[in-house]
């Protein structure tokens, strides 16, 4: 053999052996649990917290609670308020560290008073369908919003209104 074979050889064998080296840095690992809290409910003030996991790649599985006491301000009633539920994520594009989600939230939720000039009770189910992203920075740091409709399958209905707008912005951390 010459030369010139003899080279091509060595080239096809010794592209063979690069090509099976990887030149790219792995994929981080994927986080299985996040933890976050929704702000917009301190004002109440309520704390609003949802713990997912990850069922799967594009699967998480969250139970939410909630729980504070509200002052309405014009007749100064004190509400306590107290919410648990449940909601299942598929992440249709992307992953559970980061991406667009569809999924149904359940969510049950208690208000009452028992003020000596008022006393009042209501509980009800509200089943929710919503779309949404999550983002994780590899660090942990989370940001989630999601929007939907809430259908109000029980308690009382102001006005036969059963669909209302649901919306939960959160910020936490996934490890």
């Not at 064998?13 to 929704?38: V, Y």
């Not at 729980?67 to 539920?85: P, Q």
């Not at 660090?139 to 919306?167: C, H, I, K, W």
Request: negative net charge; hydrophobic residues 40%; glycine residues 12%.
């Amino acid at each position: 053999m010459n030369k010139l074979a003899w080279g091509v050889v060595g080239m096809v064998l010794g592209a063979r052996e690069a090509h099976a080296q990887t030149w790219f840095e792995p994929e981080e690992p994927l986080k299985t649990a996040s933890i976050t809290i929704d702000p917009t409910y301190l004002k109440l003030p309520m704390i609003h917290l949802t713990g997912e996991l990850c069922a799967a790649r594009k699967l998480g599985l969250a139970v939410i609670l909630g729980g504070g006491e509200v002052t309405d301000e014009d007749s100064n009633i004190t509400f306590r308020a107290y919410e648990a539920g449940a909601s299942v994520r598929y992440y249709a594009w992307g992953t559970f560290r980061q991406g667009f989600q569809i999924g149904v939230q359940l969510l049950y939720a208690s208000v009452s008073s028992e003020n000596t000039a008022f006393a009042a009770t209501n509980e009800g189910i509200g089943i929710s369908p919503f779309g949404g992203y999550k983002w994780t920075h590899r660090s942990g740091f989370t940001l989630e919003s999601q929007g939907g409709f809430t259908y109000l399958a029980t308690g009382d209905v102001r006005d036969n209104r059963r669909l209302v707008p649901m919306v939960n912005l959160n910020i936490g951390w996934s490890i």
